[in-house]
């Protein structure tokens, strides 16, 4: 499968899609589950794809380096070596997700990379491919551990307090044992400085279907949704006899967690009508597995909150809204909520610059695009927290993200590597 940008009028570069294709097809072998694949952060799977990626690039005579967190720096020199243009994404995946979240981003940097290297060409300005670790918050309690982590803002609290979901491992070990420096971040070392950096492109799958019910293959992001989150929340109330217990006497958490799963849709839905950006999920909901029982009115429930919008204002409104309903429901029902540590990330807006220079190399390339806010976290996010022009390129995915069905077919992979060759070798010039 070929693809091609055009360079003036005469040379034709084909971003190497046949390399993305394999690599793609090598991750799924290597890195499969009993359903989709896991590739943990910090851990074997996340390993396996870093070690390919270091393969490839050192095959193709790039530069290759790592720095304290076990990021992966894939560089070709440019005319101008600084400030450099970064494509860059992650290689861990959710438990038992799909193939092509984060890994799709790093692999069509790597083919822009390769097919500059094949027509022997030095772009305007260094392009360095970063394969970023540990993004997925899945694991680790804490949003963009690679990517800060780069620019120094790992905390050595985060280091020794925040602990890998299913083994326990601090993230400064897990960080440790793949061959990293923690040491590092206790001095507040960093890889590099925001002014390193001229342009951050993320190219990623979409993470819904909006692509597809287009019938678009590529989306420019305007901007990336930040979240207020609880991930560990409980309600106490008490447990009791089904049968014995009449309903004026229960303190039910079953009960109480429901009330507030249905009363924070209606928030919700009060918010959409008022036309602002937001999305609520409850996307863990458990009582105790020890103690409760089908004949006991349950008294534990434990469950999660993501709250999600483009604005800040918003997420303040909906926690003042939340705070409000559990105040409320705990006086009706008789029970304790306890909602536990808060996490939560920004609001980032994509650089006006990069978005039209993205638009302008999809018109060179010949590829229609759509220009839609983002609901998912990406590493994005952090650059663009830091000043440095940012923006995302969103590839058409049928079946949504964060599960085994992941879908992506290579010809939309080949558009967007156009895409991104066309902006790689006549970026906006952007003063930093």
Known sequence: MTSSASVGTN??????????????????????????????????GEEIAHSMVRREAEALGLEVETDAACNLYVTLPGKIETPRIVIGS?????????NYDGAVGVL?????????????????RTI????????????????????????????????ETVVRAGDGVTLGKAIKDAGGS?????????????????????????????LSLKGTPLGIVTDIRGS????????TGEFAHSGT????????????????????????????????????TVGQFETDSDEASFSKVAGLVSFSIDMRSNSEETLTECLSGLE???????????????????????PAKMHPAVISGLGVAAGSAQQPVLEMPCGAGHDAATFASLGIPTGMLLIRNENGSHNPDEYMDMADFAAGADVLTEFSLSPPDLPR
């Open 324 to 346: 409000t309903l559990i105040d409320r429901i705990s006086n009706d029902c008789g029970v304790m909520f306890d909602l536990g540590a808060r996490t939560s990330t920004s």
């Open 108 to 124: 069509m940097g790597l083919s822009v990379l390769s097919g500059l290297v094949d027509a022997g060409l030095r772009p305007p």
């Open 182 to 210: 923690v040491d590092d971040f206790d001095k507040g070392r960093a890889f590099w400085d925001p002014e390193d950096v001229s342009i951050f492109l993320e190219p990623h799958i979409e993470q819904g279907p909006l």
């Open 11 to 44: 040379r034709v570069v084909e971003p190497d899609v046949t390399l993305a294709d394999r690599l793609l097809r090598e991750l799924q072998d290597r890195t499969s589950d009993t359903r989709g694949v896991t590739r943990m952060s910090y851990g074997p």
């Open 245 to 280: 217990t009449p309903r004026e006497a229960r303190r039910d958490a079953v009960h109480a967690v429901s009330t507030l799963v249905v009363e924070l849709d209606r928030l919700w839905q009060r918010f959409q009508e008022e036309a602002q950006d937001l999305t609520v």
């Open 90 to 98: 992650h290689l861990d995946s959710v438990p038992m997700g799909g």
């Open 128 to 159: 360095t491919v970063m394969a970023i670790r540990a993004e997925e918050s899945a694991w680790f309690a804490t949003s963009y551990v690679g990517s800060r982590a780069s620019f120094g803002k790992l905390t050595p609290s985060e280091l």
């Open 228 to 235: 207020l989150r609880f991930r560990s929340a409980t309600c």
